[in-house]
């Protein structure tokens, strides 16, 4: 069963339909595959019209059979839900509710269908400008009989950055196999291989461990394959991408990442892959040594695990992002690894950023951001330095942002627990979910 609870795809329309009314608009249409997947677990060629109240509408281009009741496989849609309610793992399945929707060739044809099913016309519309085509945009709305267009994209990522259980569990999930395949990398290394051949393995058992190969991300002329290594100085070269650190890639077509360069002793290997083991991500980078390295990589390297320890003891509900960014550069500073920091010829403004269905979503942790930590967040947290000579030094972890009295399920020993629950109070904390080994890994 690939859709998930009926009671998850319920909330999140509601909270979209919140948004409609604060915004007095009369319908949003959704074309985003993933917000599609968001909000009902299906990705489709069409329109996903969402009125203020009352199921949505699918009008649907492809594929054909996607208002049957039956999927892909001939097999009968479910949704899983809880047997119980707070149910532990157990789940009953019971039919899907039938799609309500008409097949559709072209928007033209959207407000005689909506005449046929009672519906008024919009008269305010929002679309997901950020991420529609100016002349998709002008046809739907002219097709609609030029109704006035607002954008929900912005807010559409407010309402994801803030996940459920469900949800953050997804995350924990592909974490733990993230892990697991972080530690084939020593085995797979063999003297004298590139970067590329390197990544090449991984990627071998990325797939093998289940990864889904796409790397989601948001914003324009984002697309990368699968995840970043960064040796020697390709670690400085920079980039267009809006990504920590950038790399020349083995191409002007994709200018980011692995170039082909030879994995030398006195040299380190920054493994930076998508930890995409099912919808929702988690996001790891990690530091290896090809068998030694200058004193400077292990400091520097130190002094980013130090910026992870600070922001799990100041990081808390409420807290705002750019006091976390100001932390981190004022440590940086401290250490005299200024120049070094998060780039050399390029620097990136930002240690950190929410993760979830896509890699790069809200909050951001960056010195002009208005993002407050709020419960339900996930972050991933990655101060890096950048050293001439020796290659990228740091760590990457994903952070689930928690309130309330923690349980003991989470164990005393869990990185981030606060020491602020004394008189059984509410607190707050962030939960590492990415737990392979912080310290530099030797490759010999």
Not at 126 to 143: G, H, K, P, V, Y
Not at 270 to 294: C, H, K, L
Not at 371 to 376: T, V, W
Not at 388 to 397: K, L, R, Y
């Amino acid at each position: 069963m690939n859709e998930f609870p009926l009671h998850e795809t319920v909330t999140r329309l509601q909270k979209v339909q919140r948004t409609l009314a604060m915004r007095q608009a009369d319908a949003c249409i959704i074309t985003s595959a993933v917000n599609q997947y968001y909000l009902t677990g299906v990705i489709f060629d069409g329109y996903l019209y969402i009125l203020p109240e009352g199921d949505p509408l699918f009008f649907v281009k492809r594929p054909v059979n996607f208002l049957d009741e039956q999927d892909n496989g001939g097999n009968q849609n479910k949704w899983a839900e809880q047997a119980k309610p707070g149910g532990q793992g157990e789940q009953v399945y019971k039919e899907r509710p039938a799609r309500r929707g008409r097949p559709i060739r072209k928007p033209e044809q959207i407000p005689d269908l909506l005449r046929k099913l009672g519906l008024p016309q919009p008269k305010r519309v929002l679309i997901e400008a950020d991420q529609m085509s100016f002349s998709t945009a002008t046809r739907l709305q002219a097709a609609l009989d030029m109704p006035e267009i607002g954008n929900i994209s912005g807010e559409m990522r407010r309402i994801r950055s803030i996940k459920s259980e469900y949800e953050l569990e997804q995350m924990r999930a592909s974490a733990r196999v993230h892990t697991k395949v972080y530690e084939t990398i020593p085995s797979l290394y063999r003297k004298g291989m590139t970067d590329l051949e390197l990544q090449v393995e991984v990627e071998q058992q990325m797939r093998l461990h289940g990864s889904v190969g796409i790397f989601r991300s948001f914003g324009e002329n984002m697309d990368i394959f699968m995840g970043s290594m960064l040796t020697g100085d390709n670690a400085q070269v920079p980039s267009p991408y809006d990504y920590a650190l950038g790399g020349a890639g083995i191409s002007p077509l994709l200018p980011i990442g692995a170039n082909g360069t030879v994995l030398k002793p006195g040299t380190t290997l920054m493994v930076d892959m998508a930890g995409n083991y099912g919808p929702y991500m988690d996001d790891m980078s990690r530091t290896f040594v090809i068998e030694q390295a200058p004193n400077l990589a292990y400091r520097a390297h130190r002094v980013s695990m130090e910026i992870h320890q600070a922001i799990i003891e100041n990081g808390k509900v409420g807290t705002p992002c750019s006091d976390l960014y100001h932390l981190a550069e004022e440590m940086v500073k401290e250490n005299g690894l200024s120049p070094y920091f998060m780039g050399t010829v390029q620097q990136a403004r930002f240690i950190g950023h929410g993760v979830g269905l896509e890699i790069n979503e809200p909050p951001v942790l960056s010195p002009r951001s208005r993002d407050l930590l709020e419960a339900g967040m996930a972050i991933a947290l990655e101060p890096k330095f950048v050293l001439p000579g020796i290659g990228a030094v740091g760590i990457e972890n994903t952070y689930i942002v928690q309130e309330g009295k923690q349980e003991s399920r989470w164990g005393n020993e869990r990185k981030g627990e606060r020491e602020n629950d004394q008189d059984g109070k509410q607190t707050s904390w962030l939960e590492n979910i990415t737990l392979f080994p912080e310290e530099m890994v030797i490759l010999s």
